[in-house]
Protein backbone atom coordinates (compact mmCIF):
# COMPACT_ATOMS: atom_id res chain seq x y z
CA UNK A 1 0.00 0.00 0.00
CA UNK A 2 1.12 3.09 -0.93
CA UNK A 3 1.83 5.57 2.61
CA UNK A 4 3.68 8.44 1.04
CA UNK A 5 2.00 10.74 -1.93
CA UNK A 6 4.38 12.99 -3.68
CA UNK A 7 3.14 16.18 -5.61
CA UNK A 8 4.10 19.21 -7.06
CA UNK A 9 5.91 18.05 -10.16
CA UNK A 10 5.66 19.74 -13.59
CA UNK A 11 7.17 20.82 -16.38
CA UNK A 12 9.06 24.00 -15.93
CA UNK A 13 11.75 26.25 -18.06
CA UNK A 14 15.11 26.86 -16.82
CA UNK A 15 15.27 29.09 -14.24
CA UNK A 16 12.10 28.36 -12.89
CA UNK A 17 10.65 26.68 -9.19
CA UNK A 18 8.78 24.37 -7.91
CA UNK A 19 7.75 22.97 -4.13
CA UNK A 20 7.49 19.91 -4.19
CA UNK A 21 5.30 18.01 -1.21
CA UNK A 22 5.10 14.58 0.44
CA UNK A 23 2.07 13.89 2.59
CA UNK A 24 1.78 10.57 4.55
CA UNK A 25 -1.39 8.80 4.04
CA UNK A 26 -1.79 6.70 7.11
CA UNK A 27 2.13 7.49 7.89
CA UNK A 28 3.20 9.63 10.77
CA UNK A 29 5.60 11.61 8.71
CA UNK A 30 6.12 13.56 11.34
CA UNK A 31 8.05 10.96 13.46
CA UNK A 32 10.05 9.88 10.46
CA UNK A 33 13.52 11.10 8.91
CA UNK A 34 12.63 12.53 5.49
CA UNK A 35 14.67 12.13 2.48
CA UNK A 36 14.43 13.46 -1.22
CA UNK A 37 15.99 11.82 -4.02
CA UNK A 38 15.68 11.97 -7.97
CA UNK A 39 16.40 9.49 -10.47
CA UNK A 40 16.79 10.58 -14.52
CA UNK A 41 16.64 7.73 -17.06
CA UNK A 42 19.68 5.54 -17.21
CA UNK A 43 20.86 6.89 -14.09
CA UNK A 44 21.02 5.69 -11.11
CA UNK A 45 19.03 6.89 -7.72
CA UNK A 46 20.92 10.10 -5.70
CA UNK A 47 20.11 11.66 -2.72
CA UNK A 48 19.18 15.43 -2.74
CA UNK A 49 18.11 16.59 0.71
CA UNK A 50 17.17 15.14 4.06
CA UNK A 51 16.02 16.11 7.26
CA UNK A 52 15.41 14.81 10.80
CA UNK A 53 12.29 14.28 12.17
CA UNK A 54 12.94 17.01 14.56
CA UNK A 55 13.81 19.06 11.58
CA UNK A 56 17.43 20.20 13.41
CA UNK A 57 19.69 17.87 10.72
CA UNK A 58 19.44 18.97 7.56
CA UNK A 59 22.12 17.43 4.64
CA UNK A 60 21.75 18.50 0.95
CA UNK A 61 23.62 17.10 -2.24
CA UNK A 62 26.57 19.38 -3.56
CA UNK A 63 24.60 19.90 -6.46
CA UNK A 64 21.70 21.43 -5.53
CA UNK A 65 23.15 23.33 -2.20
CA UNK A 66 22.12 27.01 -2.72
CA UNK A 67 18.89 26.25 -4.93
CA UNK A 68 17.12 23.64 -3.05
CA UNK A 69 15.46 23.89 0.26
CA UNK A 70 14.44 21.07 2.40
CA UNK A 71 11.67 21.30 5.08
CA UNK A 72 8.92 19.75 6.96
CA UNK A 73 5.25 20.84 8.92
CA UNK A 74 4.56 18.31 11.38
CA UNK A 75 1.16 19.55 12.35
CA UNK A 76 -0.10 18.56 8.68
CA UNK A 77 2.11 15.50 8.54
CA UNK A 78 3.82 16.84 5.34
CA UNK A 79 7.60 17.28 4.20
CA UNK A 80 8.60 19.85 1.23
CA UNK A 81 11.23 20.40 -0.98
CA UNK A 82 11.47 24.04 -2.42
CA UNK A 83 13.58 24.34 -5.92
CA UNK A 84 14.57 27.52 -7.26
CA UNK A 85 16.77 28.19 -10.03
CA UNK A 86 16.24 24.66 -11.76
CA UNK A 87 18.58 23.80 -14.54
CA UNK A 88 17.99 21.04 -16.92
CA UNK A 89 19.75 18.73 -14.80
CA UNK A 90 17.71 18.46 -12.20
CA UNK A 91 15.21 16.73 -14.39
CA UNK A 92 14.12 13.13 -13.19
CA UNK A 93 11.26 11.55 -10.89
CA UNK A 94 11.81 12.81 -7.28
CA UNK A 95 10.89 10.72 -4.63
CA UNK A 96 9.98 11.07 -1.00
CA UNK A 97 11.46 8.38 1.29
CA UNK A 98 10.80 7.96 5.58
CA UNK A 99 12.90 5.94 8.14
CA UNK A 100 11.95 6.01 11.47
CA UNK A 101 13.72 4.58 14.44
CA UNK A 102 17.15 5.44 16.12
CA UNK A 103 17.62 6.36 12.27
CA UNK A 104 15.49 9.39 11.84
CA UNK A 105 17.39 11.57 13.83
CA UNK A 106 20.38 10.97 11.44
CA UNK A 107 18.88 11.54 7.93
CA UNK A 108 21.57 11.02 5.32
CA UNK A 109 21.49 10.41 1.24
CA UNK A 110 21.98 6.85 0.60
CA UNK A 111 18.57 5.55 -0.55
CA UNK A 112 19.47 1.85 1.34
CA UNK A 113 18.89 3.63 4.75
CA UNK A 114 15.02 4.13 3.91
CA UNK A 115 12.60 1.92 4.48
CA UNK A 116 9.59 3.42 3.21
CA UNK A 117 9.02 5.23 -0.60
CA UNK A 118 6.35 7.01 -2.26
CA UNK A 119 5.90 6.64 -6.21
CA UNK A 120 7.48 9.60 -7.43
CA UNK A 121 6.29 12.97 -9.25
CA UNK A 122 7.75 13.99 -12.29
CA UNK A 123 10.08 17.25 -12.96
CA UNK A 124 11.23 18.11 -16.16
CA UNK A 125 13.08 21.41 -16.87
CA UNK A 126 13.22 22.71 -20.51
CA UNK A 127 16.53 24.54 -21.57
Not at 2 to 26: T, Y
Not at 37 to 43: C, I, W
Request: aromatic share 8%; hydrophobic share 35%.
Amino acid sequence: QVQLVESGGGSVQAGGSLRLSCAGSGYAISSAGIGWFRQAPGKEREGVAAISAGGTRIVYADSVKGRFTISRDNAKNTAYLQMISLKPEDTAMYYCAAVKGWRAGSPNLEPGTYTDWGQGTQVTVSS
